[in-house]
DNA sequence: TTGTAGGCGTTATCAG
DNA sequence: CTGATAACGCCTACAA
C-alpha cells in the first residue's frame, strides 16, 4: 500500500504539503500542486480514509439504526426503503458513508455507544417505539448533546431531535373523505400501539368522527401489526360485523391489501360491500383491485430532510463547535383517491 | 473522550492488557480481566473501532456498491431491497459494518479505489451491467485479487468472482408452463439489454420455443427496462398484437404489472384475453387481479450468500494469508403458478 | 507558500 | 500471564 511518504518523495516535498494538496486545504504554488498530483497519480496513492479518520477523529459516516422485525424483509417495506433512499440520497450527496447498522432483538441498544466507538458522527433512527428502554436510549443521545434524529416516532419531551409526518392530520383527512361521501359506519385497523404513529392515526380518526358527530365505537377498532398477514386476520372479524361498517380506515396500504384479500376470500365484492381508505400511498397502491384510496406520506422526503438536517449540524460543529439545536420537523400528507373508497 | 491509557491506570494495569481484556485475546488472570473490566465500565471506555480499523488495517465494512438508476427509489425496488437485505444479514451477523455505496453516474467507477481508500475489506457489486468500462472495472478487482462479488449479472471470464441465479432455466420453465398449458403463439416483453440477466431470460425463452417446434417471431418480442412504466408502455403494442398472441413471457413482475394495468385500460380481460408469466415472486405477484403466475427468484439468499462467502474469505485471509479463490455460485430459480396464466 | 514535529488510540511483537 | 514499545498514515498547529 502506497502512502503519503513516498508520494512526498517522488514530488520532492513534506508530507503535509501532499496532505494539503490532496485535501485541497490552504493556498499552493500551482506547480506544487501539480507535481504532488503527478507523483500521486503516479504511484496510484489515495487518501487512506481510516487513517484520515482516525487523525481526525471522526468516521465520516452517518449510521442508519434499523429495527429488527421478525420474519419480515425489512428493506422490501415501503416504508423503510423510501426513508432509506431519501436518507442515501443526502448522505451521498453531502460526501458522507452510510453505515447500516442492525439492531440485535436481544440487546438493550446504547446508541451513545455508536458515537464512542465513534463509528458514526451522526445517527438516524428508525423504527423507533415509545418503549420505555427506547425512551431512555434516546433522551442519552439528547443529553450528551449528539448528532441525531429520531424517525416518526413522537416523544413527549420537546427537546428531542425528531422528523416525523403529521399522522393524526392525515387520519383525520382520510377519514374525513369516507364521513364527506356519506359513511357514518366507520371501522379502524389500526398498526401495533408501541408506535406514536398509531396513537396518532387513533386521534386523528377520532377527532374526525368527534366533529362528525359520530359516536366512537371500540368494537369497530380492530388491532393489527403493519403486516400484510394481520391484515388478513382481521378479515374474519372485520367480515363478521359487515352489517355496522359502512367502512374502515386502515393504518397502511400493506394491511389493507391484506384485509382485501381476506375479504374477497370471505366473498365480499369491493369496494361495493365496504369501502376502504389506507394509508403510505405504497407503489402497490395504485394496482390492487380496487386501487386504493390512501394517505401519501413523503417518506422519501422526510428521509432527505433528516439527512440533510444533520449533516449540516456537523458541519457547522466543525466550524464553530457549536452543538446541535434539536431537529424538529413535522411534515404534511395528502389525501389520495382512489377506487376503494367508492369512487 | 476516556481512553485505554485511563483505563489501564485504573485498573493498574499496562494498556496492552487492557487491549487484550477487551479483544478476548490470549491468556489473562481472570482477577485481572475483572478489574479492567470493571475499570472500563466505570469510565464508560468502548474500543474505539477507527482507532483499531487504523492499527489493524482493516476497516471491518463490508462495501455494497448500488447502481444509479435515474428516476427510481432503488431500496422500494424488490430486486434490491430483498439483495440488501440478504446481505444485511450475513453482514451483521458476521461482525461488520455494512457501508453502502452509491454510483456516481457522471464518474467511471474505480472500484479498486474502495480498497486503496480502505474503506472497505470486501465489496458486492448491485447493478453490475456488460458495458466495457464495468467489464474492466470488474476484472481489475479480480487482478488485484481482492474479494468481492458481482451479483447476478455473467461475465464470459470464468474467473470472476459471481453469485447469480439460472435465469436462462427459470426463463425456459416459465414459458414451457405456458406451452404445456397449450398455448403456443407467445411473446416476451423483456428487460433491458445491457444486463446479461436480460440475455439469459432470452436465451431460455428461446430454448423453449424452438423444443417445442415453435418458430420464433422477433416481432412478439418487445422491450421494457424493468420499470413498470415500461410495462404500461408495451401495453399498447402488445394490444396491437394481441390476435397474434395466446401469451405473454415477461422479464419481472413489476414490466407484468404495468403491463396488466395498461392492457386493461385499453379493454382487455385478464386473464382470458391474454395470458402472462412474470419474474421475481415479489410481494405485489399474490395480490394483483389476476395474481400473477411467476418465476421467484431466491434474491434475499443470493445476498446473504455472497456476504457470508466474502466474510468467509476475509476471516481465511487473516488466518493464514491465503488470497481468494472466485466465487462462483448460481442459485435455483422456481416457478409459482398463479391465476395469470390461465389457471 | 512550505516544512517540522507532535499526536491521534490502537495493535502486535517481543521480552520478561 | 503481563508490560514495554514500535509501528500504523494522516492532520494540524506552529515555525520558517
Same mark, same amino acid.
Given at each position: ?5 513516498? $508520494?512526498? @518523495?517522488?514530488?520532492?516535498? +513534506?508530507?503535509?504539503?501532499? %496532505?494539503?494538496? *490532496?485535501? /485541497? =486545504? !490552504? ?41 429488527? $422485525?421478525? @420474519?419480515?424483509?425489512?428493506? +422490501?417495506?415501503?416504508?423503510? %426503503?423510501?426513508? *432509506?433512499? /431519501? =436518507? !442515501? ?56 448533546? *449528539? ?197
Amino acid at each position: 500500500m502506497t502512502n503519503r511518504k513516498e $508520494v512526498a @518523495k517522488l514530488a520532492g516535498v +513534506s508530507e503535509a504539503t501532499v %496532505s494539503r494538496v *490532496l485535501n /485541497g =486545504i !490552504g493556498p499552493m504554488k500551482e506547480s506544487t500542486r501539480q507535481r504532488v498530483l503527478q507523483a500521486a497519480k503516479q504511484l496510484n496513492y489515495e487518501l487512506n480514509a481510516v487513517a484520515s479518520s482516525f487523525a481526525r477523529g471522526r468516521s465520516g459516516n452517518l449510521g442508519v439504526v434499523l429495527p429488527h $422485525v421478525p @420474519k419480515v424483509h425489512l428493506f +422490501s417495506t415501503y416504508y423503510f %426503503s423510501e426513508l *432509506l433512499g /431519501g =436518507i !442515501g440520497e443526502a448522505v451521498h450527496s453531502g460526501g458522507y458513508g452510510l453505515l447500516l447498522l442492525f439492531r440485535d432483538p436481544t440487546v438493550v441498544y446504547d446508541y451513545v455507544s455508536l458515537y464512542r466507538t465513534q463509528r458514526v458522527d451522526a445517527c438516524i433512527i428508525l423504527g423507533s417505539s415509545a418503549l420505555e428502554t427506547e425512551k431512555t436510549a434516546v433522551h442519552r443521545l439528547a443529553d450528551e448533546r *449528539l448528532p441525531y434524529c429520531v424517525m416518526d416516532q413522537r416523544f413527549d419531551h420537546p427537546q428531542l431531535s425528531i422528523v416525523a409526518a403529521d399522522h393524526e392530520q392525515g387520519s383525520y383527512d382520510a377519514v374525513k373523505h369516507l364521513i364527506e361521501r356519506g359513511y357514518r359506519k366507520i371501522g379502524f385497523l389500526n398498526g401495533a400501539p408501541q408506535y406514536s404513529n398509531s396513537e396518532d392515526r387513533m386521534a386523528g380518526y377520532r377527532k374526525a368522527l368527534k366533529e362528525a358527530g359520530i359516536a366512537e365505537d371500540d368494537t369497530r377498532v380492530y388491532q393489527g401489526n403493519y403486516s400484510r398477514t394481520s391484515g388478513k386476520k382481521a378479515a374474519s372479524q372485520v367480515y363478521r360485523d359487515l352489517a355496522r361498517l359502512d367502512a374502515v380506515f386502515v393504518s397502511n396500504d400493506r394491511m389493507a391489501i391484506g384485509l382485501m384479500q381476506g375479504l374477497r376470500e370471505l366473498g365480499c365484492r369491493l369496494p361495493d360491500d365496504l369501502k376502504i381508505v389506507a394509508y403510505d400511498n405504497s407503489d402497490a397502491a395504485s394496482f390492487t383491485e380496487p386501487s386504493l384510496t390512501t394517505v401519501k406520506v413523503p417518506f422519501y422526503e422526510m428521509g432527505r430532510l433528516a439527512a440533510d438536517r444533520l449533516l449540516k449540524q456537523l458541519a457547522e460543529r466543525d466550524r464553530n463547535g457549536a452543538s446541535a439545536e434539536p431537529i424538529r420537523e413535522k411534515l404534511r400528507t395528502e389525501l389520495i383517491i382512489r377506487q376503494s373508497s367508492g369512487n
